[in-house]
């Protein structure tokens, strides 16, 4: 599974991870497919080539998922667990810009999704 995944399913199939760009909290700015791809468990994440700190999410939009318990003090933030997306939720804990590589500028920017890795990490 890849963050480009949902992305296909909605219409653009020529999508690829390097199609992707953030900086990561620790200043160097990346494209997805430059980052460590971790696909142990039921979540793909992305972790920054210098920090190594897992900074994107991608996991299957599971029904099942919605009826796990959210962390502490997290009911009220929902809607900052992630983007669902095609039967994907993708977070990260920096903006990704949806920038292909000859792109002058960002055709789409996903906002960070601050609880997304408290919410679903430790499934």
Same mark, same amino acid.
């Given at each position: 599974? !890849?963050?480009?995944?949902?992305? %296909?399913?909605?219409? #653009? $199939?020529?999508? /690829?991870?390097?199609?992707?760009?953030?900086?990561?909290?620790?200043?160097?700015?990346? #494209?997805?497919?430059?980052?460590?791809?971790?696909?142990?468990?039921?979540?793909?994440?992305?972790?920054? *080539? %210098?920090?190594?700190?897992? @900074? @994107?999410?991608?996991?299957?939009?599971?029904?099942? &998922?919605?009826? /796990?318990?959210? $962390?502490?003090?997290?009911? %009220?933030?929902?809607?900052? *667990?992630?983007?669902?997306? !095609?039967?994907? @939720?993708?977070?990260? %804990?920096?903006?990704? +810009?949806? #920038?292909? +590589?000859? *792109?002058? +500028?960002? &055709?789409?920017?996903?906002? +960070? /999704?601050?609880?997304?890795?408290? !919410?679903?990490?430790?499934?």
């Amino acid at each position: 599974m !890849r963050y480009c995944d949902p992305f %296909r399913a909605a219409g #653009r $199939p020529e999508t /690829t991870d390097h199609d992707f760009l953030l900086t990561c909290s620790c200043g160097l700015e990346q #494209r997805l497919d430059e980052m460590t791809i971790d696909e142990a468990g039921p979540m793909t994440l992305y972790d920054c *080539a %210098r920090c190594t700190k897992s @900074v @994107v999410g991608v996991l299957a939009d599971d029904p099942a &998922l919605a009826e /796990t318990p959210e $962390p502490q003090g997290m009911a %009220r933030w929902g809607e900052s *667990a992630g983007h669902k997306l !095609r039967g994907y @939720v993708i977070g990260s %804990r920096v903006d990704v +810009a949806f #920038r292909p +590589a000859d *792109a002058d +500028a960002d &055709l789409l920017r996903l906002p +960070a /999704t601050p609880y997304f890795f408290k !919410r679903y990490l430790d499934l």
